[in-house]
Antibody
Framework: QITLKESGPTLVNPTQTLTLTCSFS??????????VGWIRQPPGKALEWLAL???????RYSPSLKSRLTITKDTSKNQVVLTMTNMDPVDTATYYC????????????WGQGTLVTVSS | DIVMTQSPDSLAVSLGERATINCKSS????????????LAWYQQKPGQPPKLLIY???TRESGVPDRFSGSGSGTDFTLTITSLQAEDVAVYYC?????????FGQGTRLEIK
């Protein structure tokens, strides 16, 4: 059974760096073809893909946010970490991590999400 | 970037009736090498993460009721829910995974009439 769970601060100040952790079980990010992605959703708005990391450490970023994002994985802890620098109130959103494979290429399993508010 | 545009933005359908949601991509998401459309549909209920319903435009995810179906090719796609149930009230998103950046439609809110 695949499960994912996001964790991190619920409130960050403008200009600060956000660090979110995705802890997962039921799969390994060392297995060929497996990936974990991050997607966010501002309150009442649509989904926006942010970043993706694969089993072989291949990393992909949204071009519009690439300069602010870093995605890494810790295979020993079954975690994927996303950092986003220079946070702004417009970055207020629910942040989701999700499981993806290079076979199906869709996000088949999602965490419950974590709401991050950017405010001073 | 491939822009995904859904129509309508909201929809009210009577219980037991058919609901149809459209999605148009700004460029084709049909891959010529395998003849697959890189298009998925998600359902999101309030306070929940999105749930995968359909991928490759028409392949139903395991466990998804067969009243949900996807169709279309190239740039025009449709999600159809036959015989709407109360539990189908949600926001539905289309999603292209043909090219990076991955993009989603703006969502269609489905309600009961």
């Amino acid at each position: 059974q695949i499960t994912l769970k996001e964790s991190g601060p619920t409130l960050v100040n403008p200009t600060q760096t956000l660090t979110l952790t995705c802890s997962f079980s039921g799969f390994s990010v060392t297995t060929s073809g497996v990936g974990v992605g991050w997607i966010r959703q501002p309150p009442g708005k649509a989904l926006e893909w942010l970043a993706l990391i694969y089993w072989d450490d291949d990393k992909r970023y949204s071009p519009s946010l690439k300069s602010r994002l870093t995605i890494t994985k810790d295979t020993s802890k079954n975690q994927v970490v996303l950092t986003m620098t220079n946070m702004d109130p417009v970055d207020t959103a629910t942040y989701y991590c999700a499981h993806r494979t290079q076979q199906r290429l869709v996000f088949g399993y999602w965490g419950q999400g974590t709401l991050v508010t950017v405010s001073s | 970037d491939i822009v995904m545009t859904q129509s309508p933005d909201s929809l009210a359908v009577s219980l037991g009736e058919r609901a149809t949601i459209n999605c148009k991509s700004s460029q084709s998401v049909l891959h010529s090498s395998n003849n697959r459309n890189y298009l998925a549909w998600y359902q999101q209920k309030p306070g929940q993460p999105p749930k995968l319903l359909i991928y490759w435009a028409s392949t139903r995810e395991s466990g998804v009721p067969d009243r949900f179906s996807g169709s279309g090719s190239g740039t025009d796609f449709t999600l159809t829910i036959t015989s709407l149930q109360a539990e189908d009230v949600a926001v539905y998103y289309c999603h292209q995974y043909y090219s990076s950046p991955l993009t989603f439609g703006q969502g269609t809110r489905l309600e009961i009439k």
